[in-house]
């Protein structure tokens, strides 16, 4: 998409809807928002919506890394710690480890 052809006003309702799509569990959203509208809130000359789109870049910004820092944090734990849990770590565990109990 070319958001050199789209009007402001459409801009601002795009941004906004990835950054609330993020809330549903989608972090990829706020990740996709961050890159196509970056341009748009830090680099454009200024027109009318631009604080409002520079508004949901950065919390989308803070949302993905927020999301990043939690999916690191469970992943690092559950490959540490998988072993020692047992069946609980089995029920999560798409496929099992070969020679791990």
Not at 50 to 62: C, E, G, H, N
Request: hydrophobic share 50%.
């Amino acid at each position: 998409m070319n958001l050199e052809r789209v009007p402001n006003e459409e801009k601002l309702s795009l941004c906004r809807k990835y950054y609330l799509g993020g809330f549903a569990f989608l972090p990829f959203l706020w990740l996709v928002n961050v890159v196509w509208f970056f341009k748009e809130a830090f680099v454009k000359p200024a027109y009318d919506e631009q604080p409002q789109i520079k508004t949901y870049v950065k919390r989308s910004a803070l949302g993905l890394l927020f999301w990043i820092a939690v999916l690191t944090t469970w992943i690092t734990i559950f490959q540490h710690l998988r072993g020692q849990w047992g069946e609980v770590s089995d029920y999560l565990s798409f496929t099992i480890p070969l020679g791990v109990e």
